[in-house]
């Protein structure tokens, strides 16, 4: 599975982005599909994910701003931010769980659990 990330950018705190992330390969449906973040001097951190029967699960720094959605179809999973704030600057990388494996908490969400990872993409947050 080859990942792409794009939507990144710059932002006033407040303000909404929208991160995508289209990938290829014949087994999209298969994977669960998560989105991590990772600031200078932090350790990458989970952020969202969305399982292969669509129930999701986000990090307490985010719930009630972000939402995960896929489309198997095309192949795509995104991540609307809203409510941004300066402590979501970060580089973001769209990621899978390793095949047939579903996010949860606690302990089902660490970056060690992730098979791919896509390149990422910076969001900065101005305040």
């Known amino acids: 599975v080859q990942l792409q990330a794009s939507g990144g950018g710059l932002v006033q705190a407040g303000g909404s982005l929208r991160l995508s992330c289209a990938a290829s390969?014949?087994?999209?449906?298969?994977?669960?599909m998560g989105w991590f973040r990772q600031a200078p001097g932090k350790e990458r951190e989970f952020v969202a994910g969305?399982?292969?029967?669509?129930?999701?699960v986000y990090g307490d720094p985010v719930k009630g701003r972000f939402t995960v959605s896929r489309d198997n179809a095309k192949m795509t999973v995104a991540l609307q931010m809203n409510s941004l704030k300066p402590e979501d600057t970060a580089v973001y990388y769209c990621?899978?769980?390793?095949?047939?494996?579903?996010?949860?908490?606690?302990?089902?969400?660490?970056?060690?659990?992730?098979?791919?990872w896509g390149q990422g993409t910076e969001v900065t947050v101005s305040s």
């Open positions: 990621a899978t769980k390793t095949y047939g494996r579903s996010w949860y908490f606690p302990g089902g969400a660490r970056a060690n659990d992730v098979a791919y």
């Open positions: 390969g014949r087994t999209f449906s298969s994977y669960a």
């Open positions: 969305i399982n292969r029967g669509g129930d999701t």
